[in-house]
């Protein structure tokens, strides 16, 4: 290996042979040199597919082209577009020549500009690059414009931001006399780099990295990199990054891929705002729990070769005529209608009954409005509210929403680590909160300018609402209001089907949502009790007096009957949002209830429960607290609510069926279903059988403008052009209902056939002795067994086997065979609805008891 080049050793895991080539040149100083690529085109063995351009992938330091394998692989395959991969090695790094030389940026651009040369591309070309390898990329492509169809970065940078320290790792690395000891005398360097990726390298693969740097002399470049880095104007790079930097808005007509992996020290947040600043049409995707060495830790290979195929479609042509723009209503219209109006608007449960006026809360609205417009908040500008529903929420929201800042809303009950997540995705550049709030963001760093809400705010030395409602009082005009298709607001999951991701709304689809809530029957002439913390802000829009119960946002099974019952005679309401968890402890604690309590609940003519499939006993016991009230149970999701609808009535006078019906369309709204196929795969393109299962679609006014910083799922979920996937299972009937059965994650493909889990948990429920059940699938696909975890009545104590009495009544009632029965003290549920059931942790809980682990709480 002290040789000046030699291959990579035989039997690297991923890497094929045959890729290995060495191409020799005359470098920019005119000396031959010879460089190591790894190249599709070296072991294509079918030379009647042309490939119809090149991926060039450029590796950073200290790693070396073995980092692109898994991209060689992804186009290597009979399916894969016809794109040719090349992935050169620097000069001094991997397996190409050792020259001894130190080599700044300028030279390593020239050298990669003379390897295309020697290889003859001639375009279309997309760089990928990663590490201090973007930046060589970048220079390549600023020069090579008329080869150049599309770039893709992975975890780079091309400027330190101003205000941020550099990455530690290489703060660390330059100190005074260690930059040699930790890159070249031994393998610290190296070592650091790899223990970054998540999860750990395997062995094999980690020795396929080291391979390339065995010896000290074979790694002088490591060195020679981390030294290269310019973060001082006086540095010899600096000149060609800046170059590269401040030419990056040339390429605006670029397609251009940015994925990312946000558990990275070395590139963090502000490196990738840096970038979209720059490169503000790029598309990004973050690969949620990956890190630096991001090809490593995602499926970036597929990630590109699905963006290949977009940037192969033609675009689509323009209209003739452009269509007239469909009128609209501001979300924020209601409450500027009832600016004089003196009546309640907002009640508080929870701040001992504080009541607030239309008038007062308007005013609140124009205050800070103008407040933050004095502060710098400009349209666009993301504001994260993290703040209790209430009249501070509602004020700051409709105040952000007017002059056209994008609120950035994700419920506390994801944890400080989901909270953290949200707020790293979403970068927002203002947060509002009460205490609890800004001391998270200040243990965590997260990004935007604090200001404070609620008691005690001012004491963390924040901006508070009240100083900016003060700073606004004297302003007379607000700015004038974002377009109805301006973004208007990031709302995150519930998480209860992996990490929480963001959901961009734009103001006509807010306001469209708002209308469809008016399709249910929502009486703008009467109260509304939000016991559902997504209402409690539609409500204003919607003209209706709102109350909040005391009630802990973050846990909806903390709502009690007299809690509910005070909130629905604060506002003399005639309708009630709560989920089925809150409705549960309601009916729960309904003895507590005195006469007047009972009196305001009857009042109520419509309740609305949602975020998990409601019972209809449920239903049937909550209507005995409140007996004029039509129950209805919408069915939506966060990216797009509600889809349809379904009362008790019309649950009674419905056979049973597989799953749970959950109604028509409402108007406006489209559904579909894409047919499952053997292996349980969705098809393509979606239809109306009746009977039919498959993933539900669907097409809505109110539907979601995208995902947040999430390319691919946006593509997705969005590849039938009009429709969302929503990831749902489920089949029409002959009458245009739709009937849920799960999530398509959940299905369970036995050697019978493709299951779904709610029928079966149904018929399971069917039993006196259980309260709640779970189906899940154990082992691989196509011999899959079902597996039923259960909640008992009574509650058991701890997780156990069922006894074999329960065995047999389950496996009596369900119709496939049942593997085995467990039983739970509490099925595990999503935070914030309490109800949903979390079917993959539980699975991977049955899987390792059923291997023979210990019966923990799952």
């Not at 393109?685 to 109110?702: N, R, Y």
Request: aromatic share 4%; hydrophobic share 45%; with cysteine.
């Amino acid at each position: 290996m002290n040789d000046r080049h030699a291959a990579p050793p035989l039997g690297l895991p991923g890497l094929n042979p045959a890729w290995s080539r060495f191409v020799t040149a005359r470098d920019s100083q005119g000396i031959q040199r010879t460089w190591h690529v790894l190249d599709t085109a070296a072991a294509d063995s079918d030379a009647s597919v042309r490939p119809v351009g090149t991926l060039l992938c450029v590796h950073g330091n200290p790693t070396w082209s073995y980092l692109w394998r898994h991209l060689l692989a992804r186009f290597a395959q009979a399916d894969a577009p016809p794109w040719r991969v090349i992935a050169v090695d620097h000069l001094d790094m991997g397996f190409s020549e050792r020259t001894g030389t130190v080599r700044g940026l300028a030279q390593r651009i020239d050298d990669l500009s003379t390897v295309t040369d020697a290889l003859g591309l001639t375009g279309p070309v997309v760089t990928v690059g990663h590490d201090w390898g973007g930046s060589i990329s970048l220079g390549w492509a600023l020069r090579h414009r008329d080869q150049l169809r599309g770039v893709v970065l992975t975890n780079t940078a091309v400027h330190q931001p101003a205000g941020s320290a550099a990455p530690v790792l290489i703060r660390l690395a330059r100190l005074p006399g260690v930059l040699p000891a930790v890159t070249v005398r031994t393998p610290t360097f190296l070592q650091a780099t790899l223990a970054l990726a998540n999860p750990r390298l395997p062995e094999a693969v980690r020795q396929g990295y080291l391979a390339a740097y065995r010896t000290m002399d074979r790694r002088t470049a490591i060195g020679g990199f981390v030294a290269d880095i310019p973060l001082r104007a006086d540095h010899p790079s600096w000149p060609a990054l800046q170059g590269v930097a401040q030419n990056l808005h040339t390429l605006a007509q670029t397609p251009t891929l940015l994925l990312w992996g946000p558990r990275d020290p070395v590139f963090g947040a502000a490196h990738l705002r840096d970038l979209r600043e720059r490169l503000p049409h790029a598309q990004l995707h973050r690969f949620e729990g990956a890190g630096h060495l991001v090809t490593e830790d995602a499926d970036v290979a597929d990630a590109v070769a699905q963006w290949l195929v977009d940037l192969g479609r033609p675009p689509a042509g323009l209209p003739a005529t452009p269509k007239p723009a469909a009128p609209w209503r501001p979300l924020w219209a209601e409450l500027a209608a009832r600016a004089e109006d003196r009546s309640v608007a907002l009640v508080e449960l929870a701040q001992n009954g504080r009541q607030v006026s239309w008038a007062l809360l308007w005013q609140r609205i124009r205050e800070i409005a103008a407040g933050l417009s004095a502060c710098g908040v400009r349209p666009g500008d993301r504001v994260a509210l993290l703040v209790p529903p209430g009249a501070d929420l509602t004020a700051a929201v409709y105040a952000c929403l007017r002059i056209g800042a994008v609120i950035v809303v994700a419920d506390p009950g994801l944890g400080l680590a989901g909270m953290n997540r949200a707020m790293r995705s979403a970068d927002p550049a203002y947060l509002v909160a009460v205490g609890r709030g800004l001391a998270a963001a200040r243990a965590l760093r997260w990004p935007g300018r604090r200001i404070g809400a609620g008691p005690g705010a001012a004491a963390w030395g924040a901006l508070t609402l009240g100083k900016l409602a003060r700073l606004g009082a004297d302003v007379d005009e607000l700015p004038a209001p974002p377009g109805p298709d301006d973004d208007a607001a990031v709302l995150f999951t519930s998480g209860s089907t992996g990490p929480a991701k963001g959901v961009v709304y734009t103001h006509r689809q807010l306001a469209t949502m708002r209308d469809a809530l008016s399709d249910i029957g929502v009486n703008a002439d009467a109260g509304i009790v939000a016991a559902f913390a997504p209402f409690a802000l539609f409500g204003p829009a919607l003209g209706a007096p709102s109350a909040i119960p005391d009630m802990s946002v973050t846990s909806p099974r903390t709502l009690t009957a007299t809690a509910l019952a005070e909130a629905t005679a604060a506002v003399d309401a005639a309708s009630v949002f709560a989920s089925p968890a809150a409705l549960r402890n309601v009916i729960d604690t309904g003895d507590a209830l005195d006469d007047r309590q009972r009196a305001a609940l009857e009042g109520v003519t419509l309740l609305l429960s949602a975020g998990a499939p409601v019972p209809a006993a449920l239903l049937t016991q909550t209507r005995a607290l409140m007996p004029k009230a039509q129950p209805h149970t919408p069915y939506g999701m966060t990216e797009v609510l509600p889809i349809t609808d379904i009362t008790l009535d019309e649950i009674a006078d419905t056979e049973p069926g597989d799953g749970v019906c959950v109604g028509r369309p409402l108007p406006g709204v489209q559904v579909a279903i894409a047919a499952l196929d053997p292996t349980g795969t969705p098809a393509e393109q979606p239809g109306c059988v009746p009977g039919l299962t498959g993933e539900i679609l669907v097409k809505a006014g109110h539907t979601k403008d995208r995902y947040d910083a999430l390319w691919l799922t946006e593509r997705n979920s969005s590849r039938n052009p009009g429709w969302h996937r929503t990831g749902d299972v489920g089949y029409l009937d002959s009458d245009g209902r739709l009937w849920v059965q799960g999530r398509l994650a959940h299905i369970i493909v036995t050697s019978d056939g493709v299951l779904t889990p709610v029928g079966i948990e149904q018929q399971v429920e069917s039993l006196p002795q259980i309260a709640r059940a779970a189906v899940v699938g154990v082992g691989p696909p196509g011999v899959t067994q079902v597996v039923v975890v259960a909640e008992t009545k009574p509650g058991a104590r701890r997780a156990r086997l069922a006894s074999r009495e329960l065995i047999d009544a389950v496996r009596t009632v369900a119709t496939p065979p049942i593997a085995a029965v467990l039983v739970v003290p509490d099925l595990p549920t999503d935070i914030r609805h309490n109800s949903k059931i979390d079917r993959t942790r539980l699975r991977h809980w049955a899987e390792r008891v059923l291997a023979g682990g210990g019966l923990s709480k799952p």
